[in-house]
Each structure stands twice: as C-alpha cells, then as structure tokens.
T-cell receptor, first 114, second 117 residues
Framework: AQSVTQLGSHVSVSEGALVLLRCNYS??????LFWYVQYPNQGLQLLLK??????LVKGINGFEAEFKKSETSFHLTKPSAHMSDAAEYFC????????????FGGGTRVLVKP | GAVVSQHPSRVICKSGTSVKIECRSL??????MFWYRQFPKQSLMLMAT?????????EQGVEKDKFLINHASLTLSTLTVTSAHPEDSSFYIC?????????????FGPGTRLTVL
C-alpha cells in the first residue's frame, strides 16, 4: 500500500519569497505523483504530475516539483509567492496496479503575507 | 475541457432523511468516477470507486448500504446518503477519469457541502 506524508500542515511565506512544500511517499513500486491545489469550498485543481521521464516537472501558476527516487520525495516549489497562492495544497500518489486510486497527504495550508 | 460538476453545491437536511448528490462530466465521458469525503481542515478520503454499469467498489470502513452509489451512464454518477446523521456532515467531492484520456488523471468536481441537523 502507498502512503503520503506532507511535512508541515501550515506554511507562512512573504509575498515574493520562495514557496517550498514538502512531500514524501512510501510505495513498493514507483508511483505516479501529483500536486493539487484547493481554494476554500472548492474542488481540487491539478498543479502538476509526474508519471515517467524527466524528474523535474513544471506545472501551472509557476509551480514545479522534482521527483527524487532516492529520497522518495516530490517537493513542490515556486520561486516567488503571490497573494493568490494562498490555498491548501495536497500531494497525492497513485499506482496503476491499485486501479489508479489516489492517496492524499494531509495537506499544507499556505498563507501569504503582504 | 474536462469539466466536472456537482449538484447541489450545498445541502442542509434533517437527521434521518436521505440526500442525493449528482456528479456529472460535462464535456467528456468518464470510465470511472470516484467519491471522496473531506472533513474540515482534513485531507480527502476515498469512499468508493464507481464504474459505469457495474457495482461500486467501496473502501474499507465505508458502509455501502449507507452510501449508495449509482453510475448509470458515462457522464453521471450519484451518491445517496441514506438516513443521514450529523456525523455524516462533510464536504463530498467527486472526480472522473476521461475515456481515452490519460488513465492516471482525475478531474475533480467543485464539491458538495452536506450539513445534517
């Protein structure tokens, strides 16, 4: 079975500063990895995903994430935070062998200070 | 496109009544739809996987007789919370896989907030 751990349930950054959200996974085989963003009272929007190929993945809104197999990590970064980045972020994994079911991390709430 | 809608967006009901939530893929056909619940300030927990024309597969600990799922077409899945109680109050979110699309990408609906009084 796979699992996901997001370090830090809350992250506070200043506008213009680096955003770094940490995600570590546990899986018996290389999983597919995802980052989603959720704004209040809304569903989830896909930021980016890793399936195969290049380990540095670029997503929407200036976010990117790097798959590091040796560290079982998939941390999300953005060089310069905007006020509009304030939201909840979820890391998730899925396995083809598990019927493509997503397992989510606990989420990280990002607060952006002006 | 790849838009998923949910109806209603918000519902308040009395304890003991049943509530139906619809999940529709508006501009694509969905092979599989998933139902999640999310408690306040918590992550999403998968409740069940729904395939068109077959019985849903429920996750461990989810009562199939309480959370009835019907996937009658490639664009519609419904979740009925039967005999709802206050502890069923939650945010329910559905997602869908696109027929012919990337099998590992799910498109999420906007969610339905259920409050049981």
């Amino acid at each position: 079975a796979q699992s996901v751990t997001q370090l830090g349930s809350h992250v506070s950054v200043s506008e213009g500063a680096l955003v770094l959200l940490r995600c570590n996974y546990s899986s018996s085989v290389p999983p597919y990895l995802f980052w989603y963003v959720q704004y209040p009272n809304q569903g989830l929007q896909l930021l980016l995903k890793y399936t195969t190929g290049a380990t540095l993945v670029k997503g929407i809104n200036g976010f990117e994430a790097e798959f590091k197999k040796s560290e079982t990590s998939f941390h999300l970064t953005k060089p310069s935070a905007h006020m509009s980045d304030a939201a909840e972020y979820f890391c998730a994994v899925s396995l083809k062998a598990a019927g493509n079911k997503l397992t989510f991390g606990g989420g990280t709430r990002v607060l952006v200070k002006p | 496109g790849a838009v998923v809608s949910q109806h209603p967006s918000r519902v308040i009901c009395k304890s003991g009544t049943s509530v139906k939530i619809e999940c529709r893929s508006l501009d694509f056909q969905a092979t599989t739809m998933f139902w999640y619940r999310q408690f306040p300030k918590q992550s999403l927990m998968l409740m069940a996987t729904s395939n068109e024309g077959s019985k849903a597969t429920y996750e461990q600990g989810v009562e199939k007789d309480k959370f009835l799922i019907n996937h009658a077409s490639l664009t519609l899945s419904t979740l009925t919370v039967t005999s709802a109680h206050p502890e069923d109050s939650s945010f329910y979110i559905c997602s869908a896989n696109k027929v012919g699309g990337s099998y590992n990408e799910q498109f999420f609906g906007p969610g339905t907030r259920l409050t049981v009084l």
